[in-house]
């Protein structure tokens, strides 16, 4: 795929972990929003070239704004200003990005999809979800055990 908007979870969380490859593995183009950037700015002081800050209009979030932070709701914005998919992770950002027609994947999404296209190992994708946790990543019980019997059947 060519291009896609992210909130900030993933791209923390990857910053976090040295594993920014696996956004670069499936993404030629990753676009964020100003409020993200703010978000992600202790975990990357640099960006590399390939995730580019783009701008919404304010007037647009304010509907988002009501259920939402401002990163989820500029990243939202942007991915229809964009017509691109979004990368976002928190489950209330995903209910409402889906309703408006975004297609959507989170960080267990890159993990699994990195792993079936063959950019990493079963043993490196448990590896990357188990450090993702150590780094705070929060994923609930039935979604953790859905991912992990996921990535099993996908050996």
């Not at 972990?17 to 676009?31: Q, S, T």
């Not at 979030?61 to 009501?66: A, F, N, Q």
């Not at 993990?111 to 079963?122: A, H, L, Q, R």
């Amino acid at each position: 795929m060519k291009a896609v908007v992210s909130d900030a979870t993933a791209l923390i969380v990857l910053f976090n972990i040295g594993r920014i490859d696996l956004m670069h593995n499936l993404f030629e183009k990753v676009y964020i929003p100003e409020a993200v950037r703010r978000e992600i700015n202790k975990a990357a002081d640099v960006l590399p070239k390939w995730i580019e800050i783009r701008t919404v209009e304010e007037s647009l979030t304010k509907l988002w704004r009501k259920s939402l932070d401002k990163g989820e709701s500029e990243a939202i914005v942007l991915a229809l200003q964009e017509k691109l998919p979004l990368i976002i992770d928190e489950k209330k950002g995903r209910k409402l990005a889906k309703r408006a027609g975004i297609s959507v994947v989170g960080l267990l999404g890159i993990i699994g999809w990195n792993m079936k296209e063959g950019y990493i190992t079963y043993e490196e994708a448990c590896k990357v979800y188990y450090a993702a946790k150590e780094a705070r990543f929060r994923v609930g019980v039935a979604l953790e055990s859905q991912f992990l019997e996921w990535l099993d059947a996908h050996r």
